[in-house]
């Protein structure tokens, strides 16, 4: 069973930048990936970013295109999403999820818990 645990979040103010994390552990599939998604308040959950097994399949969003970036580390099951410039927009609860293929952000295997990050104007 796949378990994902998030983490970096916190308060940061605008143009700042933080890094989230997220490691998986258990069995996953060869042509899975992870992805990011966020929640912001009152609003719906949507995807952010994905990134292959490998790492060197990637896709963000256009809207955060120029200010996030997805990588990862094999070696330690973990996925960063690097948010730079952050803006009060991106304020919102960040989640990770295992994608049974990391091209389809509906193909959710398994959620994280959930990291907030909220920016202050």
């Known amino acids: 069973q796949v378990q994902v645990a998030e983490s970096g979040g916190g308060l940061v103010q605008a143009g700042g930048s933080l890094r989230l994390s997220c490691t998986a552990s258990g069995r996953t599939f060869s042509n899975s990936g992870m992805g990011w998604f966020r929640q912001p308040p009152g609003k719906e959950r949507k995807f952010v970013a994905s990134?292959?097994?490998?790492?060197?399949?990637?896709y963000v969003v256009d809207s955060v295109r120029d200010r996030f970036t997805i990588s990862s580390d094999n070696a330690k099951n973990t996925v960063y999403l690097q948010m730079n410039a952050l803006k009060s927009d991106d304020t919102a609860v960040y989640y990770c999820?295992?994608?049974?293929?990391?091209?389809?952000?509906?193909?959710?295997?398994?959620w994280g818990q959930g990291t907030q990050v909220t920016v202050s104007s």
């Open positions: 999820a295992v994608l049974r293929s990391y091209s389809d952000y509906r193909s959710v295997v398994v």
């Open positions: 990134i292959n097994w490998s790492g060197d399949s990637t």
